[in-house]
């Protein structure tokens, strides 16, 4: 089956632009999680949705947001960026975030210049 | 607040031997734990996890053991193989209304396994 696929690979972007990024999960998966990960402060839980609305939130300021869709597909919105923003982004699924079974997509890598 | 901690950033070994990385935790709360292989420019892997029911689990080469007394877990690799070189995350979660879908990662070993 199809694994979770990130949308693009890799975004250039200009500091106090908006970025937004994409994450289809697994068919019949309706828990999508997001990650940043930095050298410096490894994985770091951004927010959890499930049928399309957020269970979860992480220490990450409002310039950060999300949301899911009908079909499970997640988005991530970061606004004004920041130089610090440049990390990759991670999306994970899984069937429901009970079974600790989450599989993650490739990421999306953000370089902010 | 680091929660979950990988104290070692780097383990070399030569193939064939063993591979123990390790991970401590500080959250009593934690009651699953995981551990994850990452290549550069992938997602995270799930390799083995274990509940904090058990104290030891194995898939082929991997085992993991959990010691909940002292808050420490291990991941054994035997034997080690040169594509296990990559890094190596320890995450923990728990079930409870603030931890949905959260995972909590270590920072990671980076393991080099030498021919």
């Known amino acids: 089956k199809a694994g979770v696929t990130q949308t693009p690979r890799y975004l250039i972007k200009t500091r106090g632009q908006q970025v937004t990024l994409s994450c289809s999960p697994i068919?019949?998966?309706?828990?999508v999680s997001w990650y940043q990960q930095t050298p410096g402060q490894g994985l770091q839980f951004l927010f959890e949705?499930?049928?399309?609305?957020?269970?979860n939130k992480g220490n990450f300021p409002g310039r950060f947001s999300g949301r899911q869709f009908s079909n499970s597909r997640s988005e991530m919105n970061v606004s004004t960026l920041e130089l610090g923003d440049s990390a990759l982004y991670l999306c994970?699924?899984?069937?429901?975030?009970?079974?600790?079974?989450?599989?993650f997509g490739s990421g999306t890598r953000l370089t902010v210049v | 607040d680091q929660q979950v901690k990988q104290n070692s950033p780097s383990l070399s070994v030569q193939e064939g031997r063993i591979s123990i990385l390790n991970c401590d935790y500080t959250?009593?709360?934690?009651?699953?734990f995981l551990w994850y292989k990452k290549y550069p420019a992938e997602g995270p892997t799930f390799l083995i996890s274990?509940?904090?029911?058990?104290d030891k689990n194995e898939d082929g080469r991997f085992t993991v053991f959990l010691n909940k007394s002292a808050k420490h877990l291990s991941l054994h690799i035997v034997p080690s193989q040169p594509g296990d070189s990559a890094v190596y995350f320890c995450?923990?979660?728990?079930?409870?209304?603030?931890?949905?879908?959260?995972?909590?990662f270590g920072q990671g070993t980076i393991l080099t396994v030498h021919p």
């Open positions: 994970a699924s899984s069937v429901d975030s009970t079974n600790y079974g989450y599989t």
């Open positions: 068919s019949g998966h309706r828990s």
């Open positions: 949705y499930f049928s399309e609305t957020q269970r």
């Open positions: 959250n009593s709360m934690f009651d699953y």
């Open positions: 274990i509940s904090s029911i058990k």
């Open positions: 995450a923990a979660s728990y079930w409870g209304g603030t931890s949905y879908g959260k995972l909590t």
